[in-house]
């Protein structure tokens, strides 16, 4: 037999059975030909690679990705490939919304074009809640469209699990629609106590990522679900859900999978990605190759595609990693299809490197940017006022204020900052308190607001935030942050106002000196950038900023 390639002398992860044995990997025309000893076989070929003796693994797939956290797709796929991630399941809801059904689907279709595996979700609730986030960005007919794509494998998670629960029309029609042709329907479900966790998965839930502890791994994998041990720059939560994956060997753990859910420009850099998250599971307890096992062939088998990726054996596309260590499996090899695509974190591929201007996304028509519209008027009888107290980078508490008021508007202290969401259109304005940034900040704005991405500005001084509004909205959308009229850090986001053109080390770039000129007004919080874009997070407690207002996610209504 004639093969394209081959991985001499290699000792090859075998997901199936469990073991690890000493073989050669013949590959033909992108897939693999031949598992075993090459030299009994009759294989050759001109282009042989001398494994030296080191591990042979499936490449990582990330079952549950963010491929857009301010880098664009084709950037992250860059950063991820060169370190052995070779097949991603993109959640797409944050894109899906900002861009648009042909935009976004035009972004997807791109993706196609080069080594990796790379599929998708498309949201069925987007936005989350439109009783005060505004009306649903998709139409049916919309998702009905992204539902037809073949790279299209799910629905979204669907943070707006009560929806489902409370058995929403419109979102169980979505879901219908997407079960009768052939999708997933991904999950989030935090918090979800056991009789919620039935009426999910009755609707047809299937997975979720969003397991806070042992307990919750365990109440998921008994009714059924497939739980995505999360473990990214949202949260680190591997230590908490060792226990149950111990425990679970007594039944079935390739229903449990590894997942990122989305890692940090600055940290892809710095720690990976998948190869980064396997050695975390490892670190805290987890076999190395049932780690893998669970960052490859079950994620494979859970989106149906283990017959293409997910194991080293013949049929099966050609990516393959080779690495000196199981516990820290960063390859110095990285295969996909078939080619060299990345030596020692090098990549060797211009694939991905060319991001298009994509026609028919959602633009921002704000044209009335002006201080005056940057100040709160007083509400006559309110004696307190409920502010969003930052607990931390996702979490927020109500806290009641009385506030001084002047000439018929709020006259807040320094460290409660105005703060303001304006739809894309410019017609509609929620505002609210935040106490937890700098005192005395003077503008912020972000187009990239999660889930529902409008304008997000706050700061203490209506012309700064004003300017920063106005500097955010030139490039097509962005981040500006402006101090005593002086712009001080911009992260340009012309790629539906949510992503950077730029490279992932680039873009880190601009994220840590935006965050730096922040942090030297004086403050605890960790990441301010990120803080920031999670004001408007209506599925995680408590207090969140909507275009209706301030909302109340504890008690589902508009407080302020």
Not at 51 to 68: C, R, S, V
Not at 107 to 113: D, R
Not at 254 to 266: K, W, Y
Not at 299 to 316: K, N, Q, S, T, W
Request: net charge negative.
């Amino acid at each position: 037999m004639q093969a394209d390639t081959i991985i001499r002398n290699g000792r090859v992860v075998n997901v199936y059975s469990g073991e690890i044995l000493r073989a050669d990997v013949a590959i033909r025309d992108g897939r693999i030909l031949h598992v075993g000893d090459i030299s009994t076989e009759g294989v050759a070929s001109d282009r042989i690679y001398d494994a030296d003796g080191d591990f042979l693994i499936p490449g990582f797939f990330d079952a549950h990705a963010h491929m857009d956290l301010f880098y664009n797709p084709f950037a992250y796929a860059r950063s991820v490939l060169a370190r052995g991630t070779t097949c991603i399941f993109n959640d797409g809801h944050d894109l899906a919304a900002a861009m648009g059904v042909d935009a976004f689907l035009d972004i997807i279709a791109s993706l196609q074009h080069g080594p990796m595996t790379i599929k998708s979700g498309a949201p069925a609730a987007t936005p989350p809640y439109p009783e005060v986030e505004g009306e649903d960005l998709w139409s049916m007919a919309d998702f009905r469209k992204a539902m037809a794509c073949k790279d299209i494998l799910s629905v979204s998670e669907t943070v707006a699990y009560l929806r489902i629960v409370l058995r929403d029309p419109n979102l169980l029609e979505r879901f219908a629609l997407a079960r009768t042709m052939g999708k997933l329907i991904e999950g989030h479900t935090t918090g979800a106590n056991w009789d919620r966790l039935n009426a999910l998965a009755y609707a047809g839930v299937l997975s979720c990522h969003e397991s806070l502890n042992s307990a919750d791994v365990t109440s998921r994998l008994r009714l059924g679900f497939y739980v995505m041990l999360r473990h990214g720059s949202i949260r680190e939560d591997m230590p908490k859900y060792i226990e149950a994956v111990h425990t679970a060997e007594a039944f079935d753990t390739s229903r449990i999978m590894l997942v990122s859910d989305g890692i940090f420009a600055d940290h892809l850099i710095e720690r990976g990605n998948m190869d980064w998250v396997v050695a975390e599971a490892v670190r805290y307890g987890i076999a190395p190759v049932r780690a893998i096992q669970m960052a490859t062939l079950n994620p494979a088998r859970y989106f149906h595609l283990d017959h293409e990726v997910g194991a080293i054996a013949p049929g099966r596309l050609a990516h393959i990693l080779v690495t000196s260590s199981l516990e820290q499996p960063t390859p110095r090899l990285v295969f996909a299809r078939g080619g060299l695509v990345a030596e020692e974190g090098r990549l060797l591929t211009d694939a991905y490197q060319k991001v298009d201007p994509v026609a028919g996304s959602r633009p921002f028509e704000i044209t009335d940017i002006h201080p005056d519209r940057f100040r709160i008027a007083a509400r006559p009888g309110l004696a307190t006022v409920p502010v969003i107290t930052i607990i931390n980078r996702t979490v927020t508490e109500a806290e009641e204020i009385a506030l001084p008021v002047r000439n018929g508007f709020y006259a807040p202290p320094e460290d409660l900052l105005p703060a303001f969401l304006i739809t894309r259109d410019g017609r509609k304005t929620g505002c609210g308190f935040v106490k937890g940034f700098p005192r005395g900040l003077g503008g912020l704005a972000s187009t990239v607001s999660h889930d529902t991405h409008g304008l997000l500005v706050i700061g203490s001084s209506p012309a700064d935030m004003a300017l920063a509004a106005s500097e955010a909205l030139k490039p097509g959308g962005g981040v500006v942050f402006v101090q005593n009229g002086e712009i001080r850090a911009g992260i340009p986001l012309p790629l539906g106002g949510h992503c950077s053109l730029k490279s992932v080390p680039e873009l880190a770039a601009e994220i840590r000196h935006l965050n730096h000129e922040i942090e030297r007004l004086g403050t605890d919080l960790d990441n301010p950038l990120w803080t920031l874009v999670f004001l408007t997070f209506t599925s995680v407690l408590q207090l969140r900023l909507t275009y209706e207002g301030v909302y109340d996610v504890r008690r589902g209504k508009i407080v302020f």
